[in-house]
């Protein structure tokens, strides 16, 4: 049996790592749950629920088969379905410069909208856009056929299949040709679906020919298997690239399967049948933009049709599910999204409780290309210290000790006296055989609980010297230390805007092997380090110039060449990511062996210092592009309000790190093994 793999190598240092995206040959190639890192009771139940409506269904995660039921090979009427095939063909059709979304249908159909005569004289038909015809807000009534216009374009949002099958003419037109061929030509036959597999009808609501070319549907109209299908949503999930060959274009793939500005928030017609439609309705595929479905990654995006057959591309988990079969029961009154969550939630859940990265935030991010995932040495053997304080910040300075500072406690044993908001220590040793000291500064320990006291967010060291970063001080402010924490000078300036619990981005020992000549800085994008926001902001300042406010730039966004740019201005202050009401404590640091900088982020819960979960992001700069190497919603001891990974304690190969976090109030060390993706597909 064959198997075609996509190599897409990541570094040029040794050992060489490489992500590689499996594709079927002729048959798939087969992993168990567990090989996949998936739980397989979750899944049974999202099989056993599909079967309620009989039929044949598979659940494929990173391009490998991990479970199945029914006949493979039997075809099935896809009913609506067949839309997401028709946006494909419109994505050819954009490929080849055939014709631009946005264009007016009239451009490329002069007798589009007509029959019936009556749309002729509403005056909207002139107005109707491709785009329109995709976004089902052109205002054709529901039947496949020759309907009346309801509304004037982009006023509302109407469910129909003479809409797409308008929009078919249109691409039937563009090409010259016969859908069914091109398709065949530029699309399935390269994804290895056969004849057998996937048939095209004749159209069922219009004459057979258009300008003597075979008229095909885009409403409905295609009949194929589960084989097929799935091949198909891989195709989406490698957003339009096939075994290094691009068919579809990145772009379009991701406008389809997010919801189009100015759509919504439309009316909906026959909201009893199609609920809030117009929030999660992409170019015709459903998605889960406006979280509809709770717990259901955000960039989840579905083909669906009669008797809900249904293609579902999940990017953050790298999962496809094809299904169809019969129609589950309703619930009267019920949202229309409602018979879905029994199969899709259990799927989402089998990921999410076996470890598997799992995004669970507002954002769309997508898996990361190089960590498959990070599993957990046993609970039992995290090491606790310093019961009562939290934070620690840490950074490896030039004697080989790390530097760190705690919070609301009397740091390591023996204790220190009195309480304090921020105190210093210095700590050496490599796990399990750590040991921290106490560190006494007149000028650095402060007095007060909660926000009531100043306490360290970022600790750095660059030539000898310590850098700090403390909140609580309106914004923040900056001191260091010649003495390595003895006594301390703070900057006579503030951030007074943003900034509120500010960090430095970590290399190796006395800033070794560092980006650049720059000391890079991250905050989530609040003036207070206890309300959550919407992004993370970053600054950048001259390592030998950290103690000049004048000298620190801020990022602004990422060019289209890929490249960073920057302002002096922190009111043009730019996202660096993204999470909606969510982005909070954090800590960045630089994984020498991989390449890949790690940004642990605290994730929700009301004390997570005893119950919650959190992420670690990864990228190849400091200011991304940052996608998912793991997340969990509920780890199974709390991990805290702060996390860090220090680099002294990353293994030579980049694999084994050491997860420094704040839960039970300790200072509490847990090691991981990182996961990595294969040239076989499979995680180390």
Known sequence: MKHWVHYIVLFSCCPMVVAADIFPGAEWERATPAEAHLDEAKLSAARDYALTGGGSGCIIQGGRLVMSWGDFKQRYDLKSTAKSFGAAALGLAIADGKMKLHDKARLHHPTFGVPPESNAQTGWIDEITLWHLATQ?????????YVPLLFKPG???????????????????????????LMFERLFTPLGIQRADLVWRKNAYRPDLIDGIKRREFGSGISANVDAMARFGLLWLREGQWKGHPILPRDFVKQVRSAQPGVPGLKVRNPEHYGHASHHYGLLWWNNADETIEGLPLDT????GLYDSLIVVIPTLDIVIARAGQSWKRTEGADHYEVLKPFLLPVV???????????????VVAQSPVIAGIEWESAGKIIRQAKGSDNWPLTWADDDALYSAYGDGKGFAPFVEKKLSLGLVKITGTPPDVTGVNLRSSTAEALGDGKNGRKASGMLCVDGVLYMLVRNAANSQIGWSLDHGASW??????????????????????????????????????SSAYERADRFVMARVPKDRIRERAAYEFFVQTGKDGVAQWSSDIAKRGAVFEDPGACYRSSISFNPALKRYL????GRG????????FAIYDAPEPWGPWTLAYQTKEWDVGPGETLHLP???????????????SGDDCFSVRRGTLRLRQPSGHPR
């Open 599 to 602: 940004w642990c982020q605290t």
């Open 137 to 145: 807000t052109a205002g054709f009534d529901k039947a496949g056929g």
């Open 489 to 526: 000078t703070w900057a006579d300036w503030k951030f007074t805007e943003s900034f509120g619990c500010p960090g430095f981005v970590n290399f190796g020992k006395d800033y070794a092997g560092a980006r650049d000549g720059y000391v890079y800085l991250y905050s989530h994008d609040s």
């Open 349 to 363: 859940a089998a990921a999410r409780s076996s470890g598997a990265a799992f995004v669970e935030t507002k954002s």
């Open 606 to 613: 009301e004390d997570t210092r005893y119950r919650g979960g």
């Open 155 to 181: 006023t509302q949002w109407s469910y129909s299949d003479s809409g797409p099958n308008w929009l078919a003419e249109c691409v039937t037109l563009a090409y010259r040709r016969d859908l069914d061929e």
């Open 301 to 304: 995006f579905w083909t669906w």
């Open 647 to 661: 680099v002294k304690w990353m293994s030579a190969d980049g694999l084994t790190v050491h997860l420094v976090f």
